[in-house]
């Protein structure tokens, strides 16, 4: 059986070409973003900055897009819905009620997505996605968890699924004393290497029919108590991709198409810096016989009496300004083609996000990147949703879900804003009623009880003892019909004793009755 390592290194030649193509990306762009594994290790080394920025900012501005299309802030992203299967045998009122629930659900979730770190990693992720194409999240109880491509290997069968991902870390061995038998524990520390040195984790997860196993090796031995599985549908293990290629185990990123445009605006930009700089150079010349000396000239402060002849003292400029120019109209070309490719012209600026803008800003990724952002929402928003999903229903945050009765549905992405998309839904429902129909048609065809249902449900309300059950109303109901008629009765006391029935005098029957005379 091969070891973590092994295997590491084995399919480390199959990920070679995609990692010189990331490294070469990421040097226009974000230059730390990739670098080498002995780089990282020992130290930060000087990093190149590119000569233009364009690349840089069109990288954080497209990730910063998908992010806020992925996973929007101050707005629900998802929602959770019945399987359409079982419709036919869940009364209406039940499925009103785990609308209500399911709603709760999102709500416990979203609080609790806004209050980690998980949108920073997520935006972090996005960057490796546009620069190097590819990108691995792993859902820790600590959080997420980011693997850059130079860090991690992977092995997908012929439809894409993954079968095999190992990763590799750096960490101090005083870390991993514990976790080995006390017999493997001296080996990894020589005469040669200080006790506090680094060495290489290796984590290894394969998938077994239906689920997932992992564990972690350190020169060759496992630690045992990382061994840990989870089911495929929930797994922690999110490898991403930008662009995929049928029969490729890993993807390819955007800044890579794109590569000619910046490699032509990295050269002119160093061209025209440097040119620009030569041009603003500016030399005096003294004449080899003039009295003048050229150390008096250097020397000389301002407004300095010095003795020569202005006849011997000349100025050397370049002045190739002019030519410039057509360097610097390609430039703005380039630049124009980089900001279209990158999405970068249609920023605009608001101080809150709405759910119009967010449905505006996927329908434009949408088009402009060729379905990525379906992508997107299958390889990443899904899984990542489906394991929130299982860890809050262990850690008891959540309901369980009853499995055979209901099963959750995801609608996320592109198909479904949230449940901020439903409100507007009921609103023109309602609206076209009106317009349609009369106003009068509301109250005679919508049942007041389930729209607010459906209403509280899509506004992520929790309705328990704010709204009104139908028994309540009907007692409620029942409580004033009688307080009315109560009313009534004693409104007609005072005249139905003056009514002549009910005087004794006028009316015989009212008399008593008199004794016979003798």
């Not at 605009?348 to 709405?354: N, Q």
């Not at 009534?488 to 005098?505: C, F, G, H, R, V």
């Amino acid at each position: 059986m091969s070891t973590a390592k092994e295997r590491y290194d084995h399919l480390t030649s199959d990920r070679s070409q995609f990692l010189s193509e990331a490294e070469e990306a990421t040097k226009l762009t974000l230059p730390y973003l990739i670098r080498g594994h002995e780089d990282q290790s020992k130290g930060m080394k000087q990093l190149k900055t590119p000569w233009q920025s364009v690349g840089a900012k069109g990288v954080v501005a497209l990730a910063s897009k998908l992010s806020l299309s992925l996973v929007p802030p101050q707005t629900s992203f998802f929602k959770l819905q019945v399987d359409e299967s079982q419709l036919g045998e869940i009364p209406p009122e039940v499925k009103s009620e785990l609308d209500l629930s399911f709603s709760k659900i999102e709500r416990t979730i979203l609080d609790a997505i806004a209050a980690s770190d998980d949108r920073v990693v997520i935006h972090q992720a996005l960057q490796h996605l546009v620069v190097g194409g590819n990108a691995l999240i792993f859902m820790g109880k600590a959080g997420l968890k980011l693997f850059p491509l130079n860090r991690y290997v992977i092995e997908r069968d012929g439809n894409g699924n993954v079968i095999e991902i190992v990763t590799r870390e750096r960490i101090n061995k005083k870390l991993i004393y514990k976790y080995l038998p006390k017999e493997e524990e001296m080996p990894l520390v020589t005469s040669d290497e200080p006790e506090d040195e680094e060495c290489d984790i290796y984590t290894h997860c394969k998938r077994e029919n239906n689920r997932y196993v992992w564990h972690q090796e350190v020169k060759g031995q496992v630690i045992e108590e990382s061994r840990s599985k989870a089911p495929v549908d929930s797994t922690p293990w999110i490898p991403l991709r930008f662009n995929t290629v049928d029969g490729e185990a890993y993807g390819r990123g955007r800044v890579g198409q794109f590569i000619g445009d910046l490699k032509s605006l990295e050269a002119l930009s160093q061209a025209l810096v440097e040119g620009s700089a030569a041009a603003a150079k500016v030399v005096f010349v003294v004449s080899p016989s003039s009295t003048t000396k050229p150390q008096t000239l250097a020397t000389a402060g301002n407004g300095a009496i010095v003795q020569g002849r202005p006849d011997d003292i000349g100025v050397i400029q370049v002045g190739k300004t002019a030519d410039f120019q057509t360097a610097y109209q390609l430039m703005q070309q380039l630049e124009r083609r980089l900001n279209e490719a990158f999405l970068i012209l249609s920023v605009r600026d608001s101080e809150r996000t709405t759910a119009q803008e967010v449905q505006m800003t996927q329908m434009e990724l949408e088009q402009q990147l060729g379905g990525l952002f379906g992508l997107l929402t299958v390889e990443f928003l899904v899984p990542y949703l489906n394991r929130k999903l299982s860890v809050f229903q262990k850690t008891g945050e959540i309901p369980r879900i009853p499995k055979g009765m209901v099963k959750p549905i995801i609608v996320a992405g592109i198909n479904a804003l949230g449940r901020g998309q439903d409100v507007q839904a009921l609103g023109q429902f309602l609206q076209t009623i009106a317009q349609t129909m009369g106003p009068e048609a509301i109250t005679q065809y919508i049942n007041p009880d389930e729209l607010i249902k459906r209403l509280a449900a899509a506004q992520g309300i929790d309705v328990l003892n704010l709204v009104k059950s139908v028994q309540e109303l009907q007692q409620e109901q029942q409580q004033a019909m009688t307080q009315q008629a109560e009313m009534e009765a004693i409104k007609q006391t005072p005249n139905l004793m003056k009514a002549p029935m009910l005087d004794p005098s006028k009316n015989p029957q009212m008399q008593p009755e008199q004794p016979p005379q003798v």
